[in-house]
């Protein structure tokens, strides 16, 4: 079935134009195709838009696919495991913070529209033919998530002149891209499994078109939300069960 053209404001059309597809791309389709999901490319008429639209049960949904590739500190992890066996590191969530970013830009598209977006992350970090992380992308760790959407959590202390710490409470940090008044647009973030074997997505809190849990229900995924208001509690993610 040929997907109606998207709205005139995003100036281009929904087709199957011929274009080198990225690893992440790939991926993503294949996991459309196992779905039975109806997937076309969204050319861009020089305007920056997401990259695929989907129909899901007649619904409409779009979809942004960021690819990670290796930085200066995954050149350096990758040179820790060939030397050392072992790799490690600090992370703030700022690598998913910056994606969330610079997606923005093209799902903003979509802000005034009553169509659920999704940014999709895609771990393509291979150094020499080498992944420098053996078992799952750090980048993509939930906790890492919500802190690039909600930002990170803080535990503040007094320090008294005499005696033990004295806790004061806990809050969010700053440098967070997703409140109740920025990108409320974007629905969910979602990570793609290497061949596009299944999904995990973590629901946007604030999101003005929530994405249905009904909606991406195949049994391979998994959905996350947030119960609470993700900057006023600090409970973390739950998962989300589609009950027949």
């Given at each position: 079935?040929?997907?109606?053209?998207?709205?005139?404001?995003?100036?281009?059309?929904?087709?199957?134009?011929?274009?080198?597809?990225?690893?992440?791309?790939?991926?993503?389709?294949?996991?459309?195709?196992?779905?039975?999901?109806?997937?076309?490319?969204?050319?861009?008429?020089?305007?920056?838009?997401?990259?695929?639209e989907a129909r899901v049960n007649n619904s409409r949904v779009i979809f942004e696919i960021?690819?990670?590739?290796?930085?200066?500190?995954?050149?350096?992890?990758?040179?820790?495991?060939?030397?050392?066996?072992?790799?490690?590191?600090?992370?703030?969530?700022?690598?998913?913070?910056?994606?969330?970013?610079?997606?923005?830009?093209?799902?903003?598209?979509?802000?005034?529209?009553?169509?659920?977006?999704?940014?999709?992350?895609?771990?393509?970090?291979?150094?020499?033919?080498?992944?420098?992380?053996?078992?799952?992308?750090?980048?993509?760790?939930?906790?890492?998530?919500?802190?690039?959407?909600?930002?990170?959590?803080?535990?503040?202390?007094?320090?008294?002149?005499?005696?033990?710490?004295?806790?004061?409470?806990?809050?969010?940090?700053?440098?967070?891209?997703?409140?109740?008044?920025?990108?409320?647009?974007?629905?969910?973030?979602?990570?793609?499994?290497?061949?596009?074997?299944?999904?995990?997505?973590?629901?946007?809190?604030?999101?003005?078109?929530?994405?249905?849990?009904?909606?991406?229900?195949?049994?391979?995924?998994?959905?996350?939300?947030?119960?609470?208001?993700?900057?006023?509690?600090?409970?973390?993610?739950?998962?989300?069960?589609?009950?027949?």
């Open positions: 079935m040929q997907a109606e053209s998207l709205l005139p404001h995003c100036a281009g059309t929904v087709d199957g134009a011929d274009v080198v597809r990225t690893t992440s791309e790939l991926a993503f389709e294949s996991y459309c195709a196992s779905r039975g999901y109806a997937v076309q490319r969204i050319r861009t008429g020089g305007v920056p838009t997401p990259d695929f960021k690819e990670l590739t290796p930085n200066r500190h995954d050149i350096e992890q990758a040179h820790e495991f060939r030397t050392r066996g072992t790799t490690g590191g600090s992370l703030d969530g700022s690598r998913v913070r910056g994606v969330i970013h610079s997606a923005a830009r093209q799902l903003k598209c979509f802000r005034d529209e009553r169509i659920p977006t999704v940014l999709v992350l895609y771990d393509n970090i291979v150094v020499d033919g080498i992944r420098p992380y053996r078992a799952r992308c750090p980048y993509f760790d939930p906790t890492q998530i919500e802190w690039a959407m909600y930002g990170r959590h803080v535990a503040e202390f007094q320090l008294p002149l005499r005696g033990d710490p004295i806790w004061l409470g806990d809050r969010r940090g700053g440098k967070r891209q997703l409140t109740g008044e920025s990108r409320t647009y974007i629905s969910a973030v979602a990570v793609l499994a290497e061949r596009g074997e299944y999904a995990w997505f973590f629901h946007n809190y604030f999101a003005t078109v929530p994405l249905s849990r009904a909606l991406l229900n195949d049994e391979r995924d998994r959905h996350f939300h947030n119960p609470s208001h993700p900057l006023k509690h600090l409970a973390g993610w739950v998962e989300l069960i589609c009950r027949s």
